[in-house]
């Protein structure tokens, strides 16, 4: 049973938890795929009807940022905690370095996930990295095709939101994959471009302002994630 978020289905797990059911859906048949939403995402998937049921048809949401878990404690649903994106596609590698699973890298500026890839292999001996794509196309097709020539189990869909999400809906089972990931800018992160928090930052619920102080551009976006705060609110006083 997910946890409904502002009108988002949300899985309350914590990371042990996601990573395990990421593998098991990983073990059964067919294609799945897994979304991370953060208080952006749930904030446009209010206004973008599409975007709202591609994540709720997900296999697996995951709660992403601090915001979603406060969310959920103003609307009096509380949460365990969060299980970002980026740490649940750690412990997913971590497995498939193990069982030998194929992975996909598909995003981000040309260049950067081949030089992700060449990073995750030296982190995670073992792992099979089966090919990479940058996420700047025009067609689907070509995109497809290279996922599944490569014969690969898991795709790691980097393309920021809501077009990763729609991208995996619509595209993912012709990729021959059984399992897509939407990530964001994880590959940014796994190539060394973007720093994540120190892990203190992490454990503080801080790591939207490192986030914050290492790239101010996005103070733009970033000045709209309170309103989730007050949407919940809203929510929890009108009984919704
Ligand atoms: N991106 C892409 N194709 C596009 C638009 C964006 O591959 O058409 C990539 C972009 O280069 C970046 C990622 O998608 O690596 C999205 O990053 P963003 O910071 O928006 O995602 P977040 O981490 O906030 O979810």
Redesign the pocket.
Known sequence: MKTDILGVGIDDLVLPEAVEAGAALLREPGFHYVVTP?P?FILSAKKDEAFRAVLNQADLSLPDGVGVVYAAKILGRPLKGRAPGVDFAQGLMERMAQTGDKLFLL???PG?AEQAAENLRRAHPGLVICGTH???FKEDEPVIEAIRTAGADVVFV????P??ELWMAQNGAKTGARLAVG??????VFAGNVQRAPEAWQKAGMEWLYRLIKEPSRIGRMAKLPLILVDALGARLGGK
């Open positions: 953060n952006e995003g981000a500026k950067v940058d996420g700047y980097c393309l920021g939101a077009k990763q990530l964001g800018g994880c590959l940014d």
